[in-house]
């Protein structure tokens, strides 16, 4: 099968535009410029308009292009100027994309390689080459290393020391066992010294903390973009007083850095750290660069957000001096301003951007205008059947094959793209009830280049809408079915959990794991072994006091109501301890009267509700969104409830528009193809009619 013509030379030859490339068609334009670059030793940057656009180019490429090797350099994911740093992962994301990008150059063997970053990212200004590539460390099994220098190493460079190694950049020392979780690495290392000699290098599974394998070697890179050694603390410090001029007392700051620990959004410190900073186009010199459609857009929408930020910072911190310290004021935990950097210091200007991308080509999706010169991706929008499913009795399977068959007579492969592994299985077996049978499963595009000429390929690939080229076509999940408007999964925490000290408002009422409910009187810097603690002051009964570090703040809860009347509990008492061990009892008894309600409920007969496999699949697949995970599990238990021969007892909870409707829908559905009556109930009037809507529409065509 045939790449797309278009060679990088002539792409860049040809204008600063590059039309004819729709999503899919992009990243198969974009390797084929790698391929093409490789051969002269460059690399190619690709700016994204953001991270979604980002992901979902990082995995075009991967299924049309797996040859191709893609560094992803992300932006921090903190705003401008913020009070937090930037997610450990995300920074070591950056670290280690930075570091892939000096091993570049020095490779000897040169492939087809594609930087991809966003505009936020690129706009940002990076730590120089010359520190990140002097700060590697590695060691090999026989090697001689003494502790202190690696404990040492590894406090500079941004490890945290802890008892057990869970997260990454976090390290152990137990005698002569070190535990190290790489930033960038999948597993963490244990390293067994015999006394100064390397004697076992074993990846270890976090969890379990039980090692898996050997390992002859291995190697580690800074976790923070800065360093925390002797020269770094001296050059933040002097620079810190040129540009703010005398130090307050008390700067929680600038006493962490003289102290060379770290303090909660000294990121945004990052260039006083550093004689010079870099920019990401030096990591990547020579490059060819090109932009998302919408990208210099996103640019100047960037640096007016940083200038705003900025400008916000200063107009605080002028009215801090002239009226003085006082509460809602732009202060730290301890009362001192926020100083911020000039802008130029930590991001480009919009003339040094124009500047670094001035010859960059720009990826457009629509087509290209007929004028000599322009080049043309040799891509376009695909076919949606839109017309076809808003006709009352319209075949969209039958359209579908047609096309197909068309699409192949004319020479092309033909793909069809789905969503998840549940929507691509649900699709094959609505085609096969279409009679489209030749249908082959393809884990990446050389799969589709086996396929027969009278056969079609099917893969996850999330793309919303298909595209046409001169020897591909894609058909995408949402262009046959209509809009799948997809959620991204999160992980969810209960809402009661404390995760900011923001918030807390003084007088407050909280629990705490060990020591029960007390009131929060606000914040308090202590120094504890001689060093500064930002720590929430709780109140207990008797008026003690307990101070808890903010770094611990997931000890605490929220308390739910306060009446008034809410007795606090005695700091050190046996109350809360005693009301923990009835609570414990209480829930003990509730349980074993479930367990024998459960009992019961399995030696009694119930009515068994089933429907036909493919019917049921063709109804599911008129839902316009991608189902979370949760409650394609909530379905699938409630069907397999109504499909047993006992009694359902199940009750469905979640937060205002998580689906639960649509759990519902699915059950009444087969409840309602399989001959019984169906009540919904609802508690108002206004509810019932926005049901009975929704009931009607999902149902219309059915013959329910």
Not at 100 to 114: G, H, Q, V
Not at 268 to 289: C, I, N, Q, R, S
Request: hydrophobic share 40%; charged share 25%.
């Amino acid at each position: 099968m045939q790449e797309p013509k278009t060679s990088a030379p002539e792409i860049i030859a040809g204008g600063r535009a590059l039309f004819g490339a729709p999503e899919g068609q992009d990243a198969r334009i974009l390797a084929g410029m790698a391929r093409d670059l490789s051969r002269d030793r460059k690399i190619l940057t690709h700016i994204a308009m953001n991270d979604i656009r980002a992901a979902a180019l990082r995995e075009s490429i991967s299924f049309f292009a797996p040859d191709v090797e893609v560094v992803y350099f992300p932006a921090w994911d903190c705003l401008p100027y913020d009070r937090v740093s930037p997610n450990a992962e995300i920074v070591g994301a950056r670290v280690a994309a930075l570091s892939r990008l000096i091993e570049w150059k020095a490779d000897e063997k040169y492939l087809p390689r594609i930087l991809i970053t966003t505009v936020s990212a690129a706009t940002q200004r990076v730590m120089p080459q010359n520190a990140l590539s002097s700060s590697g460390f590695s060691a090999r099994v026989g090697q001689r290393v003494k502790v202190p220098f690696i404990q040492e190493y590894l406090t500079a460079n941004g490890y945290t020391r802890t008892d057990t190694v869970r997260e990454q950049g976090e390290f152990a020392v137990r005698g002569g066992i070190i535990d190290i979780f790489p930033t960038g690495e999948e597993l963490p290392v244990r390293i067994d010294l015999f006394g100064d000699e390397v004697e076992s290098i074993k990846p270890f599974d976090p969890a379990t903390q039980r090692t898996e394998g050997k390992s002859d070697s291995f190697s580690l890179r800074p976790v923070a973009e800065f360093f925390l050694d002797t020269e770094s603390i001296e050059r933040f410090r002097t620079g810190y007083r040129e540009t703010f001029g005398a130090v307050q007392a008390g700067d929680p700051l600038y006493e962490a850095v003289s102290e060379g620990r770290r303090y909660n959004g000294m990121d945004h410190w990052l260039p006083l750290f550093y004689e010079k900073m870099d920019t990401l186009f030096d990591y990547a010199d020579g490059a060819t660069v090109t932009l998302d459609q919408h990208a210099m857009q996103s640019k100047d929408e960037r640096l007016a957000q940083i200038k705003d930020f900025y400008e916000a910072r200063k107009t605080l911190e002028q009215s801090l001096r002239a009226k003085g310290k006082k509460k809602g004021s732009d202060v730290s935990l301890s009362g001192t301003s926020y100083h911020a950097l000039p802008p130029a210091k930590l991001y480009l200007s919009a003339d040094e951007f124009s500047a670094l991308t001035a010859q960059a080509v720009q990826i457009l999706p629509f087509g290209a205008p007929e004028t000599e010169g322009v080049r043309d991706g040799g891509g376009r929008k695909g076919r949606d059947f839109a017309d076809i499913r808003a006709l009352p009795d319209g075949d969209v399977f039958g359209a579908l094959r047609t096309h197909m068959v068309h699409l192949a007579s004319e020479g092309r492969k033909v793909l069809i793209a789905t969503y998840s592994e549940g929507s691509k299985e649900r699709l094959k077996g609505m085609m096969a009830h279409a009679g489209i049978l030749s249908v082959k499963d393809c884990e990446r595009f050389d799969d589709l280049k086996k396929v027969g000429k009278a056969e079609y390929g099917i893969a996850i690939l999330a793309l919303e809408h298909g595209f046409v080229a001169n020897d591909l076509a894609v058909l995408t999940e949402q262009d046959i079915l209509g809009d799948r408007l997809t959620r991204r999964t999160r992980k969810r925490k209960s809402d009661n959990f404390l995760t900011e000290v923001s918030s807390l408002n003084e007088g407050d009422l909280v629990v705490h794991l060990d020591h029960g409910i007390g009131r929060f009187l606000g914040l308090e810097t202590l120094k504890a072994g001689g060093i500064l603690h930002d720590c929430l002051k709780i109140m207990y009964d008797g008026g003690d006091k307990l101070f808890v570090p903010v770094e611990n703040i997931e000890v605490l809860s929220r308390f739910g109501s306060d009446e008034g009347t809410t007795q606090l509990d005695k700091l050190g008492g046996a109350g809360w301890q005693a009301r923990k061990a009835k609570v414990k009892k209480d829930l003990m008894i509730m349980a074993e009267g479930l367990l024998k309600i459960a009992a019961e409920r399995q030696l009694k007969q119930g009515e068994k509700l089933a429907v036909d496999h493919e019917v049921y699949e063709k109804f599911v697949s008129r839902f316009p969104y991608q189902e979370t995970e949760d409650q394609l599990r909530s379905i699938q238990d409630v069907i397999s409830d109504l499909g047993s021969e006992r009694p359902m007892d199940r009750l469905v909870c979640g937060d205002v528009g998580f689906g639960k409707t649509e759990v519902a829908l699915r059950a009444a559905y087969v409840a309602a193809m399989s001959g019984v009556q169906v009540a919904v109930v609802v508690p108002t009037t206004l509810l019932a009619r926005q049901h009975y809507q929704n009931f009607a529409n999902r149902f219309a065509g059915t013959g329910i």
